[in-house]
């Protein structure tokens, strides 16, 4: 069996030799620990690293903590400066701990423990920074922000030192570096989908609320739901906050919903892939920057757009609608929706690291896929299911009680035959997931009639189900005259 090539991971980057080389994972070799001497410095000799973003305030705890075991039991890392100075890559917070002993008039804390680096490496630097406080403490959400901002900063320097050094090699020797929000979420222990909403608050939130983040008035979700807000809306927001004082991720987002997970990610993106041409793909570029932007022009071209297309080997379907884009899986008969707003992220993500092209090939018309076995049949249905969809345009895409599949219906499915499809199958065959939309519109009926009976009053639950079920129950009889004919034929 052939070796499967292997990608970029977190000992590639830290087990190597090279410019960009960070301290070994699993602790340093012999060849790394004479490149350290332990020795006890005075602390005011020690100056803070002009890389270092993490809070350092609160340090009494520390202090204490420190007075309490009699030392500071981990050594900080610092390199030599002019002057007999040194300049502190880890341990920011020991030596303001240490500071403050000193200036308590505790002078048994002056001297501090110091592995001086004898050579030094400015991204190995900032990546040694980033692991020390990485896991150290409870980081805030302004910290985990710049501490993705910064680690994606020195990787993808990292990457160019290393594509520049093997650029002489083979293709995949080259490759091997992976990608980069992949192992910003490996080293931070987090997923992809929580690196990129910290990417977008990094790129497009204000610097307004960029502040009041840091202070610590606004949390990493309402941060990023204002960072989807185009420049004028987060000017509005902020003037809502300032007369209110606070500002919850409701007053930026009424409802909540669902996170993308990298799969369905992963799913759009081959989708997007085989959707973008021509037009929309230059429009696209114009904007790639602006997420904001991205969204409008994605919203522009695909959201009247209902037409579905396979892709994937015919496995899943794309469908650009009103609000988005819905995968379905057509093996399983799921599917999910991925707004605009998380489309347009996905799509300038996919621009960053070249997983997408500029393409000035003639846009494609996307056409549904037909038999052509009862061809007219089949445009009567397509025309109909068109009729549905339209007049569901503008309402709302939530499931509706009673879209549920025809097998959680038993009582009112015919029986199975003994030959042909049943009539589960039947209707999976013959409509797709359209039929949810007709099953929709049914219901939409029952509730509209049902309201206006009862004047704005909703009915209670067992009586709601039984309207529901009676209206489900007319359209399965409706199709069942369908499916005798098809049995008989």
């Excluded at 052939?2 to 070799?29: C, H, I, M, R, W």
């Excluded at 020690?46 to 350092?56: C, G, I, Q, V």
């Excluded at 569901?392 to 959680?408: A, K, R, V, W």
């Amino acid at each position: 069996m052939a070796e499967k090539k292997k990608g970029f991971d977190l000992n590639s980057l830290l087990n190597t030799k090279s410019k960009g080389a960070a301290v070994q994972e699993e602790g340093p070799t012999q060849e790394a620990e004479n490149a350290f001497n332990v020795v006890m410095l005075d602390v005011e000799d020690l100056m803070p690293s002009k890389d270092n973003f993490y809070s350092t305030e609160n340090i009494d705890e520390l202090a204490a903590a420190i007075e309490l075991s009699e030392c500071i039991e981990q050594n900080l890392v610092v390199k030599p400066e002019a002057h007999g100075k040194y300049e502190v890559i880890a341990g920011h917070r020991r030596r303001l701990a240490a500071l403050k002993l000193v200036e308590e008039g505790k002078e048994e804390y002056r001297k501090v423990p110091c592995r001086i680096k004898k050579e030094s490496d400015e991204i190995r630097d900032r990546l040694s920074l980033i692991f020390t406080n990485a896991t150290a403490r409870q980081l805030t959400d302004w910290e985990k922000v710049k501490q993705a901002e910064e680690l994606k900063e020195v990787l993808t320097e990292y990457k160019k030192a290393l594509q520049e050094e093997n650029k002489d090699k083979p293709k995949e020797e080259r490759e091997r570096i992976g990608r980069i929000r992949e192992i910003v979420a490996q080293i931070l222990n987090t997923s992809t989908t929580q690196i990129g909403r910290m990417e977008a608050i990094s790129n497009n939130l204000s610097q307004e609320f960029k502040g009041e983040l840091e202070k610590g008035n606004i949390n990493i979700s309402t941060a990023h739901e204002l960072s989807r807000l185009d420049e004028e809306g987060q000017k509005k927001a902020y003037e809502q906050y300032e007369g209110k004082g606070e500002l919850h991720i409701k007053d930026v987002k009424p409802e909540e919903k669902e996170e993308i997970t990298d799969e369905q990610a992963e799913k759009a993106q081959e989708a997007i892939k085989d959707a973008i041409k021509g037009e929309v793909n230059r429009a696209v570029f114009k904007v790639k920057e602006n997420v904001a932007a991205v969204e409008r022009t994605l919203r522009k071209y695909f959201s009247k757009s209902f037409q579905g297309k396979k892709f994937d080997g015919g496995k899943y379907i794309y469908r650009f609608q009103a609000d988005g884009i819905t995968i379905i899986d057509t093996e399983k008969w799921g599917n999910f929706l991925i707004d605009y707003s998380d489309l347009a992220e996905i799509v300038v993500l996919m621009i960053e690291n070249n997983q997408l092209f500029y393409d000035d090939t003639p846009e494609e018309v996307q056409e549904e896929e037909t038999g052509e076995e009862n061809e007219e049949e089949t445009v009567g249905e397509v025309d109909v299911l068109q009729e549905a969809e339209h007049e569901l345009q503008g309402e709302e895409n939530e499931p509706l009680p009673g879209q549920q599949d025809m097998s959680d219906y038993p009582e009112y499915v015919p029986e199975p035959q003994e030959k042909g499809l049943d009539f589960t199958k039947w209707i999976q065959e013959k409509y797709g997931m359209a039929q949810y939309t007709l099953i929709g519109k049914e219901v939409r009926a029952v509730i509209a009639s049902e309201l206006e009976a009862n004047k704005g009053k909703p009915l209670c639950p067992a009586e709601w189900e039984n309207r529901i079920t009676t209206a489900l129950s007319a359209w399965v009889m409706r199709k069942t005259a369908e499916y005798q004919k098809y049995l008989q034929g």
